[in-house]
């Protein structure tokens, strides 16, 4: 269900284990440690302001090219994505600067820390790339969506075959010197991020399996101009929503569940509350 409040589920690829365990015979175990770190520090700052929105983020698998979070945000408003997107850049950006302050106040922890400042900053940077999957080419999506959903598609595509090709580029030129395969596997994600689309998976929920064994009901009194969006926040899989309406103080009527998840279904985001009660 849409805003369902699930625990945060937490798993490691079988993958990053052995990406983990070359690391340690390369030599880059501290390397591989810190972007891990930050990867998980990334994907937790989406599913915090998403959590705040009444939206569901609560899967994290650690991969090894990073992490990767899914979970339920439709019917999130534009600004709202904005905002969850926006969250994982800032979160490793303040880790970052929280380095920078730490060499400030104690420069002798610098060469213990310089490296996960380095990949905290770096995580920041290429996550403001206009390329799917990446944080950056989800805003250009949106903020492309007045054109149209075929064609900002097209475009995001476009600009993230473009950037795939200039990473690609540069790996190549290091093949001149020490090759930077790291590159490599970021250009070959780039463009298979290009088929890959603007926001998170969806779940699927079943309200018959909640049914069989009883459910509380959840009373919210909320005003009846507040919209279908500004309500969704509220929705729990583990209890039964009924939404007590009221208008200049006054209580105006009840809406239930079925009601309101029939005018979600049917995309009545900005739809106030009072105009789906009843009218006899």
Request: charge should be positive; proline fraction near 4%; hydrophobic fraction near 50%.
């Amino acid at each position: 269900m849409p805003g369902a409040e699930k625990k945060f589920r937490f798993r490691v690829h079988p993958l990053f284990l052995a990406a983990g365990l070359a690391s340690a015979f390369t030599g880059d175990l501290l390397l591989f440690l810190a972007a891990a770190l930050a990867a998980a520090e990334h994907e937790c700052a989406h599913a915090f302001v998403a959590r705040r929105y009444g939206f569901a983020l609560d899967r994290l698998v650690l991969m090894p090219y990073g992490a990767v979070l899914s979970g339920d945000i439709s019917g999130i408003g534009k600004k709202q994505e904005l905002a969850v997107l926006a969250a994982g850049p800032l979160a490793n950006a303040a880790t970052a600067l929280a380095f920078v302050a730490l060499w400030w106040l104690f420069p002798e922890t610098y060469p213990y820390t310089d490296t996960a400042a380095q990949v905290s900053f770096s995580l920041f940077l290429v996550n403001l790339l206009p390329a799917y999957p990446l944080d950056g080419g989800r805003m250009l999506h949106i903020l492309l969506s007045p054109l149209g959903e075929k064609r900002a598609v097209r475009i995001c595509r476009a600009v993230t075959f473009l950037t795939a090709a200039g990473v690609l580029a540069y790996f190549v030129r290091t093949c001149f010197s020490r090759p930077a395969f790291s590159a490599l596997i970021f250009a070959v994600l780039l463009g298979a991020g290009a088929f890959g689309g603007g926001r998170y998976s969806r779940m699927t929920f079943s309200r018959e399996k909640n049914l069989s064994r009883g459910l509380e009901e959840r009373r919210v009194v909320i005003s009846a101009e507040k919209t279908v969006q500004d309500a969704f926040r509220f929705l729990r899989e583990e209890k039964y929503l009924v939404l007590v309406l009221f208008t200049g103080g006054e209580f105006l009527g009840e809406l239930t569940e079925e009601e309101y998840l029939r005018a979600v279904s049917e995309g009545k985001w900005s739809e106030p509350l009072g105009e789906l009660l009843p009218k006899f």
